[in-house]
């Protein structure tokens, strides 16, 4: 492939400066990410999974080194790049259509055929009825949906998630793990995945990439088998060698662990 990567990481430093000290959180970073590909990042907590996706997103600028998104250093946060959190942070007082159309508000593209879009979205994600409910009428489940069609609505080609799923039954994680998967691939997005959930990473991924802590770096990176790849991810985990990966980057993680990294 010689199109132009979507994110590129180049001997990337990420130092965050308090008062009291100075923190590397990321160190010698380099990756890059193709059109259309889908990565996850994995490693122990505190070794800068966050702060990489922050770096990505542009709402922090690196201390050394490059961040280019599609060629290009990244100016700040920017419509292309979508950015979903752990926690829906839907507003209560938004009704579901108001919460999904927040971003195309915010950035002065709100008109009738971006609404009409965005029911659209949500019918595509079985939220047809629930536009003009507000978010306690909903599970959690339904409400991360939300957030993800509030994601979608800006169209941006780059998504950036950060453990979407962690707070989600464990039924309710493998469906939504499809539809992301689905719904990206269906709109040639690219994806950028944080999770601690490692079958999870294997099961949607193209590639997963283990980050080492203190200073936080990327430690190995595991490409992932075309049949496991292929399979939907709710039927990857069946796939043959799915075991054997996950025991062998298991062992990875699990010497960082030891270390205290
Ligand atoms: P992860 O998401 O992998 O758990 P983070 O990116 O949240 O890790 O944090 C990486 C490191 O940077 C940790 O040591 C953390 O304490 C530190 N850190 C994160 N955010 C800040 C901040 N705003 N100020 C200072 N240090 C921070
Ligand atoms: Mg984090």
């Not at 971006?114 to 003009?132: C, D, F, I, P, Y």
């Not at 799923?165 to 994680?173: P, R």
């Amino acid at each position: 492939m010689n199109s132009v990567p979507v994110v590129e990481l180049k001997d990337l430093d990420l130092v965050y400066v308090t008062d009291r000290e100075a923190v590397l959180a990321l160190t010698g970073l380099n990756l890059t990410v193709s059109p259309g590909e889908f990565i996850s990042l994995v490693g122990p907590s505190g070794c800068g999974k966050t702060t990489l996706l922050s770096v990505i997103a542009g709402l922090l600028p690196p201390s050394r080194g490059e961040v280019l998104l599609h060629g290009k250093p990244v100016p700040g946060p920017t419509p292309e790049v979508g950015y979903m959190l752990q926690q829906d942070y839907l507003f209560p007082w938004r009704t579901i259509l108001e919460n999904a159309q927040l971003g195309l508000e915010l950035t002065g593209r709100l008109n009738d055929a971006a609404r009409q879009s965005v029911l659209e979205l949500l019918g595509g994600m079985g939220l047809e009825n629930t536009a003009n409910l507000y978010p306690h009428q909903l599970s959690g489940g339904m409400r991360q949906r939300v957030a993800l069609v509030r994601t979608l609505a800006t169209n941006p080609d780059l998504l950036l998630l950060d453990e979407p799923f962690s707070a989600l039954d464990y039924q309710t994680k493998l469906q939504l793990e499809d539809l992301i998967v689905d719904t990206l691939r269906q709109r040639g997005k690219t994806g950028v995945l944080v999770t601690h959930d490692l079958s999870e990473a294997i099961a949607v991924s193209d590639r997963v990439i283990v980050l080492a802590a203190n200073p936080g770096r990327i430690r190995s990176t595991y490409e992932i088998p075309d049949n496991i790849r292929r399979a939907q991810p709710f039927y990857a985990r069946d796939e043959a060698g799915f075991n054997d990966l996950f025991h062998e980057i298991w062992r990875d993680l699990e010497t960082l662990e030891g270390k205290g990294e």
